[in-house]
C-alpha cells in the first residue's frame, strides 16, 4: 500500500501544482470564499466525490466511503481563507486580487486534501469505514470557521472519531514532517480597551483627564498580570500591538484605543487573567479619574493533540518517510481553529516542512515572501492519504 500511495503522489504532482496556484493567484478573505470554494467544488465533481455546500456560509464537507463505512470516521480538514496582505513574490502564480494572499499556507492544505481525495477515491476497495473531507472557511478570523461548523454539524452524521490536519512549516524541509503529542498551541483572545478622558489644550493639562498618559500606564501595569500573576511554568504571552488617540502634538485627546492578545496555555488561568486585565484597568483608569471600557472576545481555545493519535500517526509517517525524516516540535505561542475540533473529538494537527534545504524558502508565514518548496505538496497529500486509510484499516 505505501508504493501504490507513493506513486500515486508522484503521478499527481502535476495536478496538485495546477490547484494549488489556482488557488494561490486568487485568494480570498475569511467567510469570503466563495469563488475558492466553488474551484474546491468543481474538483471533487470531476473525481466523482459527493460534497454538501454552504457549512458555515462557504464551507464544503465531502465523503468517500470505503468498505464497511459504518465501521469508523476520520474527518481531515484544511483552510480556504486567505490573509490581508499585499504579496511581494514575483512568480506565475502570485495573487491577482490586491491586497490579499494565501501568505499562511492555506493553499497548500487545500491542495492537498483534494489529492488525497483523488487517491482515497481510487483506492476506496482497499480500506474500511468513511473519510470526512472538511474545506473550512474562516480560520484567519474570529470566531473561527472552525468553531462555526462544529456548531453546524460537521462532527455529526456520520459521527467523527478523530480529526487530522496539517500545517505548512517553513523551518523544515520539504519531504520532513513534525508532531508534538498533548499540548502544543495557545489559546487566543483578542483585548480591546477605550480609555475615556476629558480631552483639552496640551498646554493646560490640569484641565484634562488625559488619557494617553493614563494608557501608558494601563499598559505598565498590565505587564504584572504575567510577571506577577501567572505561575511561571504555564506558557503566557500578553502583548499590545496598537495605541490609538489623537490627532496632533498639542491637543490632549478625549479618547485612546488600545488593541491586544492574550495567549496560554492553561484554560483555567485564561478565565483568571481575563478577570486580571479588567480590575487593573477599571481601577487605573478610576484612579485618574477616567472610565474604561474593556472587549475580551473568546477566541480559539489552545490547541491539544490526543497523544495515543498522535502517537500512531506519526508511527505511519515513520513508515512512509523514514525515522530521519520525522522530528519533535517544540511549544507554540500561535494559535489555529482547529483547537475547536481538539477539544471536540480526537485529534492531530501536525507541520509539513515546505522550504528547501534550509536554505530558500524560509520566510515565516504571515508575510508578503511567503511561499513553499512545492515538493511540499506531493509529501503532503501522499502521506495524509496514508495516514487516512492506515487509520481507517487499524
Known amino acids: 500500500m505505501i508504493e501504490t500511495i507513493r506513486q500515486k503522489a508522484r503521478e499527481l504532482f502535476p495536478a496538485l501544482q495546477r490547484i494549488r496556484h489556482h488557488i494561490h493567484a486568487h485568494p480570498e478573505l475569511s467567510f469570503q470564499e466563495f469563488e475558492t470554494a466553488g474551484f474546491v467544488a468543481a474538483e471533487l465533481d470531476r473525481m466523482g466525490v459527493s460534497y454538501t455546500k454552504g457549512m458555515a456560509g462557504t464551507g464544503i464537507v465531502a465523503l468517500i466511503e470505503g468498505r464497511n463505512p459504518g465501521k469508523k470516521c476520520l474527518a481531515i480538514r484544511a483552510e480556504l481563507d486567505a490573509l490581508p496582505i499585499t504579496e511581494q513574490n514575483n512568480t506565475a502564480y502570485t495573487s491577482v486580487n490586491k491586497g490579499v494572499m494565501h501568505a499562511c499556507g492555506h493553499d497548500v492544505h487545500t491542495a492537498c486534501l483534494l489529492g488525497l481525495a483523488q487517491i482515497a477515491h481510487s483506492l476506496r476497495d482497499s480500506w474500511e469505514g468513511t473519510l470526512k473531507l472538511v474545506f473550512q472557511p474562516g480560520e484567519e478570523m474570529?470566531?473561527?470557521?472552525?468553531?462555526?461548523?462544529?456548531?453546524?454539524?460537521?462532527?455529526?452524521?456520520?459521527?467523527?472519531?478523530?480529526?487530522?490536519?496539517?500545517?505548512?512549516?517553513?523551518?523544515?524541509?520539504?519531504?520532513?514532517?513534525?508532531?508534538?503529542?498533548?499540548?502544543?498551541m495557545a489559546s487566543t483572545d483578542e483585548i480591546h480597551i477605550s480609555i475615556e478622558g476629558k480631552g483639552g489644550h496640551a498646554a493646560l493639562p490640569h484641565q484634562t483627564i488625559d488619557p494617553i498618559a493614563i494608557a501608558a500606564q494601563v499598559i505598565v501595569a498590565l505587564q504584572q498580570v504575567i510577571s506577577r500573576k501567572s505561575n511561571p511554568i504555564i506558557p503566557s504571552v500578553l502583548s499590545f500591538g496598537k495605541i490609538a488617540g489623537g490627532t496632533v502634538n498639542n491637543v490632549i485627546p478625549d479618547t485612546v484605543e488600545i488593541a491586544g492578545t492574550l495567549r496560554t496555555m492553561d484554560e483555567d488561568w485564561r478565565a483568571e487573567a481575563h478577570r486580571l486585565i479588567r480590575d487593573i484597568v477599571e481601577s487605573t483608569c478610576a484612579a485618574f479619574g477616567a472610565k474604561a471600557h474593556i472587549d475580551i472576545p473568546k477566541g480559539y481555545p489552545s490547541l491539544f493533540n490526543d497523544e495515543a493519535l498522535t502517537a500512531q500517526v506519526r508511527s505511519f509517517a515513520t513508515d512512509f518517510l523514514g525515522a530521519e525524516n520525522v522530528r519533535q516540535l517544540s511549544l507554540r505561542m500561535t494559535a489555529d481553529d482547529f483547537a475547536f475540533y481538539s477539544h471536540a473529538v480526537p485529534g492531530c494537527y501536525f507541520r509539513l516542512g515546505t522550504n528547501t534545504n534550509n536554505e530558500q524558502h524560509t520566510t515565516s508565514v504571515h508575510n508578503a515572501h511567503f511561499d513553499i518548496d512545492e515538493r511540499a505538496l506531493e509529501t503532503g497529500a501522499g502521506l495524509m492519504s496514508y495516514a487516512a486509510i492506515s487509520y481507517l484499516n487499524s
Not at 459521527?159 to 523551518?171: K, M, R
Request: proline share 9%; no cysteine.
Open 142 to 184: 474570529h470566531p473561527g470557521g472552525g468553531s462555526m461548523m462544529i456548531a453546524e454539524g460537521v462532527l455529526q452524521n456520520p459521527e467523527v472519531d478523530a480529526i487530522l490536519a496539517l500545517h505548512v512549516y517553513p523551518h523544515l524541509p520539504a519531504g520532513v514532517v513534525g508532531f508534538r503529542g498533548g499540548q502544543y
